[in-house]
């Protein structure tokens, strides 16, 4: 962190269509939507954090380096391929790309 700002905490959010919103106009249907849960954002302000969503269609790797931290908020289940191991029966929605 820079002397005297307060911390830069990146927030990714989820991408989703207009169809996955209930009550979204017809001519947004089929359009991309990236979520965040103001929720989140607050807390990170009121903790003096300046918080900063994190659109899917950037380069990561470029954002680490403005960034003092990173918080990753909880949601649908981690596909289980990614660590080796097989679904569970009771594995919830997965996300992939948010994965």
Same mark, same amino acid.
Do not use: E, I, M, N
């Given at each position: 962190m820079?002397?005297?700002k307060r911390p830069v905490i990146? =927030?990714?959010g989820r991408r989703k269509t207009g169809r996955d919103i209930v009550g979204s106009p017809e001519v947004l249907l089929d359009l991309p939507v990236d979520l965040y849960m103001a929720d989140y954002?607050?807390?990170v302000h009121q903790a003096g954090g300046l918080p900063v969503h994190l659109p899917f269609d950037i380069d990561f790797a470029e954002m680490v380096e =403005? @960034?003092?931290g =990173?918080? @990753?908020a909880g949601g649908t289940d981690i596909g289980p391929a990614l660590y080796g191991a097989a679904p569970d029966p009771? @594995? @919830?929605d997965i996300e992939a790309q948010r994965d």
């Open positions: 820079k002397s005297g990146g =927030l990714p954002a607050g807390g =403005l @960034l003092d =990173l918080l @990753l009771d @594995l @919830l």
